[in-house]
């Protein structure tokens, strides 16, 4: 059977001539050097590639030979790759609505696009890693490793009251603020180590602890002091959420999670709430981190307690598969890459408070 791109030399001919003007117009109009116009350029050559493909019956192999004759036509211009166009065809074909591929996914560089094309199947987690990674301000190596260990099935998945003690809309949000599991790969404490040690490792590695939490935490102390009835008492960690707008009090456990942690997290939110609270704070809420849980002892023992309180795991890196351990980043390679990274405006400014 004949190649029906070799027996149409024509269409051929006036389909690259199309694609070069492409490229001149998006290189007069932003110079390529836009990130939307290139991703822009990058899914318009890969929707009339698909398109091309599957209406004229050409080969996979017209990619090679649209790779060579576009780098004869510009050879001083990148991305024209053979693989790079493949990836345009594949980008094409994963946001087929161009409006929906404008909105979020043009607005991140397009190797986080590739990562995300590389690493998942549907386009709802497509899209979903695509706005977070626009929202937070992700590089790359981020992106993926937020990919890796599974975000996009951990947001939202901490066991809480908030339905019932917390107001619209902010008990969605602070549903979809909390995870389960936490992950706390750039740990490297033993399976026996004490509350003390879980949490000085978290502040020794306090932008990697941020960065997992998620944005708008703002980092306010640990061991942080309240005094009721003369008697100082000590909260775990301290933060203040910049968009929810009230205190969060997280609460570590070393072990499984037990009826009594409720009743001691449910104490310390009560105390932050009359003592730190202001008349613009939304109420404060509580989070118990912890080795284990089981979901039903969580559920009923935050069923008559009338403070926002949710219950989460966290996994350290001996806790994950050895497939993932070997996908992860070392901590000084994740630390490397953070310090790039500014943390929130707030926790600077906040955290020598307690």
């Given at each position: 059977m004949s190649d029906p791109l070799l027996s149409s030399p024509a269409t051929y001919d006036d389909f690259l001539k199309n694609l070069k003007e492409q490229i001149r117009r998006a290189q007069v109009k932003a110079a390529l050097a836009v990130n939307q116009e290139l991703i822009l350029l990058y899914w318009q050559i890969g929707q009339d590639i698909s398109l091309k493909i599957k209406r004229e019956g050409w080969g996979a192999k017209v990619i090679s030979r649209l790779a060579k004759d576009l780098k004869a036509a510009f050879p001083d211009l990148g991305g024209l790759s053979q693989r790079n166009l493949q990836y345009m065809r594949s980008f094409a074909e994963a946001y087929p609505d161009r409006e929906i591929m404008q909105r979020v996914a043009a607005q991140i560089p397009w190797r986080h696009n590739q990562a995300i094309l590389d690493k998942l199947k549907t386009i709802e987690e497509r899209l979903w890693y695509a706005q977070k990674s626009l929202e937070n301000g992700w590089s790359r190596d981020i992106l993926v490793l937020q990919i890796e260990t599974n975000l996009y099935q951990r947001i939202g998945g901490a066991v809480t009251n908030f339905?019932?003690?917390?107001?619209?809309?902010?008990?969605?949000?602070?549903?979809?603020?909390?995870?389960?599991?936490?992950?706390?790969?750039?740990?490297?404490?033993?399976?026996?180590?004490?509350?003390?040690?879980?949490?000085?490792?978290?502040?020794?590695?306090?932008?990697?602890?941020?960065?997992?939490?998620?944005?708008?935490?703002?980092?306010?102390?640990?061991?942080?002091?309240?005094?009721?009835?003369?008697?100082?008492?000590?909260?775990?960690?301290?933060?203040?959420?910049v968009k929810l707008h009230c205190y969060i009090v997280i609460d570590l456990k070393i072990g499984e999670f037990t009826p009594s942690h409720s009743g001691q997290l449910n104490f310390y939110v009560s105390a932050v709430d009359n003592l730190l609270r202001t008349e613009g704070d939304n109420r404060t809420i509580g989070l118990i981190l912890c080795r284990s849980k089981g979901d039903t002892t969580v559920e009923y023992s935050l069923q008559d307690v009338h403070k926002p309180i949710g219950v989460s795991t966290y996994r350290l890196r001996d806790d994950l598969p050895d497939s993932l351990k070997e996908s992860l980043p070392s901590t000084s390679q994740l630390e490397m890459e953070l310090s790039t990274l500014p943390l929130d405006v707030h926790s600077d400014a906040s955290s020598n408070e307690a």
């Open positions: 339905e019932r003690t917390l107001p619209q809309p902010q008990s969605d949000l602070a549903r979809e603020l909390l995870k389960d599991p936490y992950c706390f790969e750039f740990l490297t404490i033993s399976e026996n180590a004490q509350e003390r040690e879980l949490e000085q490792g978290l502040i020794e590695h306090i932008k990697e602890f941020l960065l997992e939490l998620g944005l708008g935490f703002a980092f306010l102390g640990s061991q942080y002091p309240i005094v009721v009835d003369s008697k100082e008492y000590r909260i775990d960690l301290l933060f203040y959420h």
